[in-house]
């Protein structure tokens, strides 16, 4: 029987336990008193209770992730990762009756070496899965978030998703996989997200040798996402309002907290919520002459290319560093009140981040009632507008912009500031 050799377990060793506290999940190979572990990519929690239970997401009788009936501790992907584990023992057993057709006596690396060239033969889902795994990883939050977003709609699209190879996804699949995001009322920007998301997948399955580029979907001739893209609106406050916000008088510590944040971001070149929660003293440097600067990596950008933006501490910023400071709810090793709960690291983090994000944008929209901005909704969004769009004003070049803004490119500063120029030919269109 195939499956006497393999079995999937939850690696219990000591010093496996990975930067979000779970534990990875092996296949472990055995044959003639020797075994080998294989790593697949993907974890579950695994802990002790205050009654020395022992609360796993990971069931050690079916060797597939607990599916029960609690409402709660269960690992978010565990269908999805199920589903990839049968498609795993398949594998492995397909590989044992090739073995012994073939009267080999094989080895445990030459087991290694043959699941490794099904894996290719396989497909995009368990692909994905694995890419979406190393970006949790890597604590690259956001983007994990993405992903998953994708795959979970790829396969509401597709119930034979799972059993799809790479070349199986050519031109007609993403054009009904389009229409499919239309159906379900996704507007042109956020059929392009996911889409984006799908081709980038699948170029990096190209460079891994996952993914053959015959049938590739994109590039000349191919799917065109920009034709997908639709002009926002994107706003800015003008000056005045800008003066207005910095010199008004706040009632209340949620106004008053959310008005500095914004002016924060506007004198920090734009920099975004995100940026502005991970600063600590570590992010100030200080440079000849003995000026301040913040130095600091997009984290929306970041990679081993991105490059470092300095930001001058000017009198503005330090006004509001001294308000910070003094903030209660500000955690010692932070720079801004953002984060407010202690000891959180990896998807904690990232999810108390990003739901203090949405308390922010709901004070400033009371802000802007509060300021009366007439015809503005003011959120986050237009702090990195408003300063922009002042440089443009000011003549600063659009090079110079761009290199503020953290743009990898001049191209992307150009839409970013065409997006402005309604308002310019209002005004000249006032004096005809």
């Known amino acids: 029987m195939a499956a006497k050799y393999y079995s999937f377990k939850i690696d219990r060793e000591e010093g496996k336990i990975l930067k979000d506290g779970s534990r990875p999940i092996v296949l472990v190979i ?3 008193g020797q075994r080998k572990k294989i790593y697949l990519g993907i974890s579950a929690n695994d802990y002790i209770s205050s009654n020395k239970e022992v609360k796993s997401q990971w069931n050690e009788e079916f060797q597939r992730y607990s599916t029960d009936g609690r ?3 269960l690992h978010p992907d565990r269908d999805s990762n199920n589903k990839w584990l049968d498609e795993k023992s398949v594998q492995c057993a397909d590989i044992v009756k090739e073995f012994e057709k073939n009267k080999t006596d ?6 290694e070496q043959a699941l490794l060239n099904k894996s290719k033969k396989s497909g995009i889902e368990a692909y994905f899965i694995q890419f979406i795994e190393k970006l949790d990883v890597a604590g690259r939050y956001g983007n994990k978030k993405c992903y998953e977003q994708a795959l979970d709609l790829l396969q509401k699209f597709d119930s034979s998703f799972g059993k799809r190879i790479f070349n199986e996804i050519d031109l007609k699949y993403v054009k009904r996989f389009s229409e499919f995001l239309a159906g379900r009322g996704c507007v042109g920007n956020t059929q392009k997200y996911y889409i984006k998301t799908l081709r980038s997948l699948m170029n990096k399955a190209i460079k891994d040798g996952e993914c053959s580029a015959v049938n590739y979907p994109f590039g000349k001739d191919g799917y065109s996402i920009a034709a997908l893209a639709q002009e926002t609106e994107k706003r800015y406050l003008p000056k005045e309002y800008i003066e207005m916000m910095k010199t008004a008088e706040l009632k209340t510590y949620p106004l ?7 002016l924060f971001s506007y004198y920090a070149q734009g920099m975004s919520v995100v940026d502005m929660a991970a600063l600590t003293e570590k992010n100030i440097v200080v440079g000849e002459g003995g000026s301040r600067y913040i130095v600091y990596r997009r984290q929306k950008t970041e990679s081993k290319n991105t490059r470092f933006i300095r930001i001058k501490i000017t009198e503005n910023l330090q006004s509001l560093l001294d308000w910070a400071k003094k903030d209660k709810t500000r955690i010692d090793e932070y720079l801004l009140p953002i984060v407010s709960i202690d000891g959180y690291e990896g998807q904690k983090l990232y ?9 922010y944008n709901k004070h400033l929209k009371s802000l802007g009632d509060e300021l009366k901005f007439e015809g503005i909704r003011l959120s986050s969004y237009q702090s990195r507008h408003s300063y922009a769009m002042r440089l443009k004003n000011s003549g600063i070049p659009e090079d110079v912009i761009s290199e503020a803004l953290g743009h990898k490119d001049l191209m992307t500063t150009k839409t970013y500031l065409d997006s402005f120029q309604n308002n310019e030919i209002d005004k000249a269109n006032e004096v005809l």
Request: proline fraction near 0%.
């Open 71 to 73: 409402k709660k501790d």
């Open 351 to 359: 999810t108390h981040i990003k739901d203090r994000y949405k308390r």
């Open 256 to 262: 008053k907290w959310s008005r500095n944040l914004f």
């Open 106 to 111: 094989w080895t445990l690396s030459q087991f």
């Open 30 to 32: 055995r044959k003639k």
